[in-house]
């Protein structure tokens, strides 16, 4: 999940596996949430997003869930493979309500993937 | 192919001087975005735009300028007054309201 500080919290799985990544936010008035891939030394890249009147949206081996009543976001990767090791990041913003699209970012998850 | 290009991958600026770093898009966008990234943290938002000729700060302007004069362009500059500009810039744009920010490859900028 989300953190303070300069230590990536770390997830580690095998290959094959079920991936989940977890992220909290504080902004109630948030309405769109989105989560990014960040391999090293390269921007962001745009996985999944999901808007406000939504509690779940599936990608190709991906799977958000929003729970608004509890502020939590989380992302799942289904058989999760090598390729999968970077660093996740969620963000959120007031896409649908103006703000300029403007998103708070958290401070990321380190998966690694192991064989 | 479309995308955003960041120019150049690698900078470095001595004590004192201002460095202008490039972002430029061919996707049609009209928003876009500067952020700063620290290691081990995530993206703060430094200055912004919704529309040619206008944009706005974020959450850290303090020691950075940027113009938007061109829909395709929007260059940041670090002034010497940012006293701790050593990171790892990141310009993203979006199109339309409520459409993802898409990111260029970033300039990690250095202190000599």
């Known amino acids: 999940g989300e953190s303070v500080g300069l230590h990536l919290p770390t997830l580690s799985v095998q290959e094959g596996d079920n991936s989940i990544i977890n992220c909290a936010y504080s902004?109630?008035?948030?309405?769109?949430f989105i989560w990014y891939k960040q391999e090293s030394g390269k921007g962001p890249q745009f996985i999944i997003d999901?808007?406000?009147?939504?509690d779940k949206r599936q990608g190709q081996r991906v799977t958000v869930l929003l729970n608004k009543t509890v502020k939590h976001l989380s992302l799942q990767i289904a058989a999760t493979q090598p390729g999968d090791s970077a660093v996740y990041f969620c963000a959120h913003g007031r896409g649908l309500t103006g703000g300029g699209n403007k998103l708070t970012f958290g401070t990321g998850t380190q998966l690694k993937v192991e064989l | 192919d479309g995308g955003i290009t960041q120019s150049p991958k690698y900078l470095f600026r001595k004590e004192g001087q201002n460095v202008t770093l490039s972002c430029e898009q061919n996707?049609?966008?009209?928003?876009m975005y500067w952020y700063r990234q620290d290691p081990g943290q995530g993206l703060r938002l430094i200055y912004y735009s919704q529309i040619v000729n206008d944009f706005q700060k974020g959450d850290i302007a303090e020691g950075y300028s940027v113009s938007r004069e061109k829909k395709e362009s929007f260059p940041l500059t670090v002034t010497s007054a940012q006293k701790n500009p050593t990171a790892f810039y990141l310009c993203?744009?979006?199109?339309?309201?409520?459409?993802?920010?898409?990111f260029g490859d970033g300039t990690r900028l250095s202190i000599l």
């Open positions: 996707l049609n966008h009209d928003a």
């Open positions: 999901i808007r406000s009147n939504m």
């Open positions: 902004n109630s008035a948030s309405d769109y």
């Open positions: 993203a744009s979006r199109g339309r309201a409520n459409q993802p920010q898409h």
